[in-house]
């Protein structure tokens, strides 16, 4: 099982540039979430989606965008980089449901912007 | 709003020395309390959840609702524990997943 994959793992962007990062399921899982890990400051929730079709704002979602235009995807958009956007980025998802909350991550994306 | 509270970046104990890792939360319904683990160069994973009322590696923790806490303990530690530590909450209804900063645990020999 290939699980939670993220495309790419690092990624060097310039300041005011654009990219996306991707997220993929395959555990036909209903809800999926986008954080960043900065250095001492642990997980912050960027967006997150409980469906396709239904996403939702987090604590930190200035700068970013999300889609969930299918079950199995989720990419977060980064439109203008910011050197603030400098950061590891994690995808995970779960069902959602009381009996099973587990959440599964990514492999992270590490992103630098100069 | 719910929110996490990990006071301890870093924690290093000796090999067989107890451990106590702190996790406070706010909320004032009824959360769902996880801890996650991420060993060197390893997915995030989960470690334990407070509903399992399990022990995992030898971890376990207990909710206290009174104190708002989900303290991680292990009576014995062992150097493969050495590991970065997430405490993180959601709540029912809420879909959100929240975290705390996180507490780096050294296990040295």
């Known amino acids: 099982n290939a699980g939670v994959t993220q495309t790419p793992k690092f990624r060097i962007l310039k300041i005011g540039q654009s990219m996306t990062l991707q997220c993929t399921q395959d555990?036909?899982?209903?809800?999926m979430y986008w954080y960043r890990q900065d250095p001492g400051m642990g997980l912050k929730l960027i967006y997150y989606s409980v469906g396709a079709g239904i996403t939702d704002k987090g604590e930190v979602p200035n700068g970013y965008n999300v889609s969930r235009s299918t079950t199995e995807d989720f990419p977060l958009r980064l439109e203008l980089a910011a050197p603030s956007q400098t950061s590891v980025y994690f995808c995970a998802s779960s069902y959602g449901t009381r009996r099973n909350t587990e959440a599964f991550f990514g492999q992270g994306t590490r992103l630098t912007v100069v | 709003a719910q929110r996490v509270t990990q006071p301890e970046k870093l924690l290093s104990v000796f090999k067989g020395a107890p451990v106590e890792l702190k996790c406070n939360y706010s909320y004032s319904g009824s959360p769902e309390l996880f801890w996650y683990v991420q060993y060197s160069r390893q997915r995030l994973q989960l470690l334990l959840r407070h509903i399992s009322r399990e022990s995992i590696k030898g971890f376990t923790a207990d909710l206290n609702k009174g104190e708002t806490s989900f303290h991680l303990k292990k009576p014995f530690a062992q150097e493969e524990d050495s590991a970065m530590y997430y405490c993180a909450l959601t709540v029912q209804g809420a879909q959100k997943l929240v975290f705390g900063q996180g507490t780096r645990l050294t296990i040295n020999p």
């Open positions: 555990m036909n899982h209903n809800y």
